[in-house]
């Protein structure tokens, strides 16, 4: 690389560090990416499942489509690269375009970036030097998003999420299905006690079990959080009333059903709809008022939160689902 090229490549490697979130640097990235000559689109991606089964993968785009019959145009081509690679850097021809697939494997999801377009020597050589940073920064953002004990995504990286769908929903309003976003807080009923009864590593073990029940009930294209302590927080993409209702009822029935360490537990578990003129903190308000009035009706319910105008009082209304 000429000097310029140098210089260019150390002054994103440094911008790439500045960023303190995996949204936000891989946003950074992709915008970058896009204004160098001879790049016609790049993309990122999420792959979730096993990719030697291509029907039981799921790829989720950045920047964010949450529609539920979107399918990336690109979708095909990227499972067939990603199944060749081992991580890093890889090239190929289809569709009368050049593509490069940068991997990075370290994490779950795994992460991957696909650019077309014809790149030169030079060009590629900058690319291989940028992969290096994004790919160690992404290891360690990812490590600092998740919480520790369960593996789930954490308070912060809610927050960032939360605000892509706030973004996304803002430019896509519902369509005719009326399919919409819904933000659940769920929380494991009388938890202290465990902890008191059983001591901090049986409750340990029950919030492990816990997050693996909710990654087995709830969908690829929904978002798993831990909030903190014993509150958990679900963003739940493409349902109606209907089906967010059904969704968490069922996760409720699951919960109940399973044998815990410590034996038979309960959630509560309150939601709202995502809307996209109502800041995140007034919707988790919402959603946390709803939570509050399951417990106070006996805990171990499902309560929808009836939304009002983001600057009035939220009223909260209990789900009939029993």
């Known amino acids: ?6 210089k260019r490549a150390f002054d994103l490697a440094a911008s790439l560090l500045l960023h303190h979130s995996y949204q936000l640097m891989t946003h950074y990235l992709l915008s970058y990416l896009a204004e160098r000559d001879g790049i016609k689109n790049v993309a990122s991606y999420e792959v979730f499942g096993d990719l030697t089964r291509a029907e039981n993968v799921m790829i989720r785009r950045f920047p964010l489509s949450l529609q539920e019959n979107f399918k ?3 979708s095909e081509l990227l499972i067939e690269m990603l199944k060749k690679s081992y991580g890093g850097i890889s090239q190929t021809q289809k569709q009368g375009s050049n593509w490069i697939l940068l991997e990075v494997d370290k994490v779950h999801p795994r992460r991957a970036i696909l650019i077309e377009g014809e790149i030169s020597d030079d060009d590629m050589d900058f690319i291989g030097g940028m992969y ?3 790919a160690n920064q992404v290891a360690l953002l990812d490590s600092k998003e ?3 004990l369960t593996g789930l995504p954490n308070r912060q990286t809610l927050m960032a999420t939360l605000d892509d769908v706030l ?6 309003p519902p369509g005719e299905d009326n399919k919409r976003s819904w933000l659940a807080v769920l929380d494991i009923d009388h938890f202290k006690k465990i902890n008191d009864q059983f001591g901090h590593l049986f409750g340990d073990e029950v919030l492990i079990h816990f997050a693996t029940l909710m990654e087995k009930n709830f969908r690829y294209s929904d978002f798993l959080f831990r909030f903190g302590g014993e509150e958990f927080v679900v963003i739940l993409n493409n349902s109606d009333d209907e089906g967010i209702a059904y969704a968490l009822e069922k996760f409720r029935k699951a919960v109940e059903a399973f044998e815990f360490p410590s034996g038979q537990l309960t959630v509560s578990i309150g939601f709202t709809e995502i809307i996209s003129t109502i800041p995140p903190a007034l919707l988790l308000e919402s959603a946390d008022k709803a939570l509050y009035q399951s417990k106070e009706q006996g805990r171990n319910r499902v309560t929808s939160s009836v939304r009002v105008e983001a600057t009035t009082e939220i009223k909260s209304g209990e789900v009939d689902l029993f």
């Not at 690389?1 to 140098?6: D, Q």
């Not at 973004?167 to 896509?172: A, D, L, T, Y």
């Open 167 to 172: 973004i996304f929903h803002k430019e896509n």
């Open 146 to 148: 998740r919480d520790v």
């Open 72 to 74: 990336d145009e690109n």
């Open 1 to 6: 690389m000429s000097n310029p090229e140098v």
């Open 132 to 134: 290096r940073v994004y």
